[in-house]
């Protein structure tokens, strides 16, 4: 069984990977996940539904750094999407809390306004994981 | 000196006394300092000319998760402020960067619309360090 901090790790790796089954394969059946400057949600299918209609071209985490207490794992990251409207590039931190290997509360803290501040996508644009 | 995370654990305490002396004192004098959603300052007297001038009459600062790795401890706070507009509570993650006791480097990473978000002023209301 993966630790907490191999845990979250995995998971990045799934979002890069775009292996969204792998994604919600690591949080809990009954997990909390708050985009913090929206309401939570409860539950794995409530947040693969979230998820999944939010569409991506590509994604590109990048884990700036990372720090484990215990059972909680905090990141300092940045999370960039390649979308149909262009390229986002959100500085993000994120608090993740794992038990057994999954991942029962997920909050991520971030400023609302730089998931609508798009640019144009720059062909190749580095999305070595597209 | 205090290692990284006692010298973190010192600057929330010294805002919690409102200190802001010893705040100012646990900051390196080239410290950059990047509330995330708004543009950084670089320096020990920027960082004070701009936090000065937001004025606060109790500051309760509280630490829900801290996790440190080398030089670097990662925050997830609430950051309680009343000031004469009302009460703010600010849900808040921040890096901090540590290097021989002093802060060189802190990140916010909150939704600025929740330091907007004032709610009416609760007599007595738990500023246990007003």
Redesign the interface.
């Known amino acids: 069984m993966l630790d907490p901090e191999q845990t979250v790790l995995a998971f990045v790796d799934a979002w890069n990977r775009m292996d969204f089954d792998h994604v919600h394969a690591l949080m809990a059946e009954d997990i909390f996940y708050h985009n913090?400057?929206y309401a939570p949600m409860i539950g794995r299918a409530a947040a693969r539904a979230f998820l999944d209609s939010w569409s991506v071209e590509a994604v590109e985490w990048t884990i700036?750094?990372?720090?484990?207490?215990g059972t909680?794992?905090?990141?300092?990251r940045i999370d960039r999407f390649l979308r149909s409207e262009g390229e986002l590039s959100i500085?993000?931190?994120?608090?993740f809390e794992v038990e057994n290997g999954l991942i029962t509360r997920w909050?991520d803290?971030?400023?609302?306004?730089?998931s609508k501040k798009y640019t144009p996508r720059a062909e190749g644009g580095g999305w070595s994981r597209r």
């Open positions: 913090m400057p700036l750094n990372i720090a484990t207490n909680v794992v905090l990141t300092e500085p993000v931190m994120g608090a909050r803290y971030f400023d609302p306004g730089a």
